[in-house]
């Protein structure tokens, strides 16, 4: 056999590497991208830059500092191993708000791992959400249960800035005039520490005080926060304090611990107006400090005061049950400059996680879970008593609270030494708090470590009273609705679980072109790393030395985010993309107040801005004046040189998107950044478009001094169906001291990296990509709106473009003129995509009557021709109405989406046949049909807004 000549193969090095990841993650082939150039009349994706790209904008060369060059999936596996095998996971006793939690192996495979799950959006669009709206439901419902208040949400993003959710709440909710908060000093300090970044640019007076006397500080205040228990493990009675606050025309908030209240009293049966804490110990694991679902609940008469997100009970259009967000058009969620909260992602998947937690144990599952971790918790503390150890409270759920004078550091010590975490109080006292993974050979290495011998566990437990006061013994019940007893066995779960992600389109189906939101893939190697246990079961609080490999990662990550956005630091800590503006905000107002401006407290921002923009700003005590956009959508140069002029001295911040919200990339935005740093003002460029920018721009270097990033849009975190999301903060080099937590400012999130959970998603991503895969990646994106935007712009009208003809990442259809003319709105081809089996692109933003398509770079182009075979049909569809072949009110795009129910009725007395309602482009069916069966008919948000329902309605509802 004669050698093959090294010039026609591959060298030994390439065969080594094997295909780059960077070609898993982009969806067009060679072939296929081809064809989309030529379409756009470019030869390849740098002619297309030189196109698309403004000059002012573009680095020269690419720029990416630290990141290093790319490796395949192993490689990078084994480097994540590396780092992970440098934490040691000991057992988490530390309590404050964390604990040790058994995430059943149904629950981590069929949601936490299952792409059905974690490659949703928010049910923003509810007919192909009925699943997740199912699951989130069953959350609100088991929340209202165990805090016996009516009224949950769908989560919020942790259980200290539930708190500061909570505390502005009572604030708008309650009829006091003082601006005063009073705060139970038995607090978990993390939130304590929230509560005050979040109370002072509000001009709220936080008092953290004293209560374990029974009695409320003298003087007015709007509101109270009580802990139950408290972080000291103590248990006491609030309703007297609550009876008190009332008296004084204060509010109250009560925070909680869900899995307590399975054996005490619920807040909402003492008086308390709302409940706040988190659902991390319903399985969900503690990933370093997060992500986890928080919770916030109230009694009906705040229900439309509740920030965030609820889900409610509606009916389609057949006059069936079907779910949907509540109260979305009161407040389009986010209400601008009259915003009281600026929550937009959440933490769904988390929610979900916690929801089937208590599905699979049921309530009798929870209160044996409960009643374990209590009774460890009084086994522990008699056998530290019985050693001569002294135990600062009688009442007490899992947290036993040990005086040891001047000994804590050396009983922590040994306790680490054999492999369990403690928290220490102070030099004197030390924290054990108990949990579902608590065992009695736990109890003696506890013991040990306090030098209180070897006392015999079942001999304690035997003569050992519980310690939770009998007066506080929860007498309700709860739930008791079918869904937390219908799913016990596995095979019952799973089968649940299956059919309720059936009811939803995720990415796994369907592309989903949400503009601004970016759905683009979340590999599968990406996500390997988030339940390794080195990673997932670690505490916030743990020592350093048991953490240095999480902490390596999150240096890496945040210098490799640096350098890509051309910023001194990046900060991961805020849980969303809307924290790290908060976050960026507050670092903007503190840098003027050190320099002696602290009248600077305008924030400029163009009305296109997503409403997290103004309700930041709000939030971080700005006041908001709107700056107009030109006939293009771009930041009108006059308008901003106008208000500049009228503000002058008191101008703090101007805050865009780029590219814009409009999908173009600004020429000008040296200009729009160069008129503010003149007038002394900060420019702040929201970094939820960055897919349109990495490894070709970076704001850092084109005028911006701070941005946020949302990781769960540009950097792979999935989306969860709603959360969770990190949102870092990045700022330029005089801003740096004022990143959250850094001193000058306090965090912006109770765990100190915020959620590091998911970080090895985006880790994963950088380390296989490299600057160049990244900057191939943003091109594709760009091509890909650009191929879109010229398929369709005959069909429909693009709304903006750049000066050269192309947008950015995403494009605006124009429907405005085409609802005129035919009243066809933008939901009825939202709904009639539902029958083609495509989700929906973004609806009415930035723009009222458009459509928003962000295809990104991971689609292909067969997929990619899909949504434009779709789009083109409905337009013809359109066409149909337009001519009078079918009534305005009764044509495949009003009757949208059509369910199997509704086409199988014997009665069909609709114009349209019901093939085509079925079929719209014919359709082979076949062992190649991808018809998608939505489960319910276009659903009645107003219906449900004025029946408010948001628990799950007992099956009596459904006779
Ligand atoms: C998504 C988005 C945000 C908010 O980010 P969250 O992570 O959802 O809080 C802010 N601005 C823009 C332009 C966005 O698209």
Known sequence: MSPTPQQDRPTLAELERGLPFADRHVGPRPGELARMLDALGVDSLDALADRALPGAIRDREPVGGSLPAPVGEAEMLAELQGLADRNTVNVPMIGLGYHGTRTPSAIRRNVLENPAWYTAYTPYQPEISQGRLEALLAFQTMVSDLTGLPVAGASLLDEATAAAEAMTLLRRAGRATSARFVVDADTLPQTVEVLRTRAAPLGIELEIADLSGGSLPDGEMFGVLLSYPGASGRVADPSELIAQAHERGALVAVAADLLALTLLTPPGELGADAAIGCTQRFGVPLGFGGPHAAYLSVGQRHARQLPGRLVGVSRDADGHYALRLALQTREQHIRREKATSNICTAQVLLAVMAACYAVYHGPDGLRSIAQRTHRMAAVLAAGLRAGGVEITHDAFFDTVLARVPGRADAVVAAAHAAGIALRRVSGDEVGVSTSEITTVAHLRTVWEAFGAGAPDAAALDSGTADALPAELARTSEYLTHPTFHEHRSETALMRWLRRLSDADLALDRTMIPLGSCTMKLNAAAEMEAVTWPQFSDLHPFAPESDTAGSRELIGQLESWLADLTGYAAVSLQPNAGSQGEFAGLLAIAAYHRSRGESERNVCLIPASAHGTNAASAIMAGMRVVVVGTDARGNVDLDDLRAKIDEHGPRLSALMITYPSTHGVYEAQVRDVCGAVHDAGGQVYVDGANLNALVGVARPGAFGGDVSHLNLHKTFCIPHGGGGPGVGPVAVAEHLVPFLPGRGEVGPVSAAPYGSPGVLPISWAYLRMMGLDGLRRATLTAVAAANYVATRLQEHYPVLYSGIDGS??????????????????????????????????????????????????????????????????????????????????DDNPLRGAPHTAACLADDKWDHPYPRELAAYPTGGTPGVHDRKVWPPVRRIDGAHGDRNLVCSCPPPEAFA
Do not use: Y
Not at 814 to 824: F, P, S
Not at 841 to 858: D, H, K, Q, Y
């Open 807 to 888: 947008v950015a990442h995403e494009c605006i259809l124009d429907l405005r003129a085409i609802t005129k003319e035919t009243g066809v709105t933008v939901d009825d081809v939202a709904k009639r995509l539902i029958d083609h089996g495509i989700h929906a692109p973004t609806m009415s933003f930035p723009v009222a009557g458009t459509l928003m398509v962000e295809p990104t770079e991971s689609e292909d182009l067969p997929e990619i021709e899909r949504f434009v075979a779709a789009m083109i049909s409905i337009r013809g569809e359109i066409d149909r109405v337009a001519a009078g072949e079918w009534p305005a």
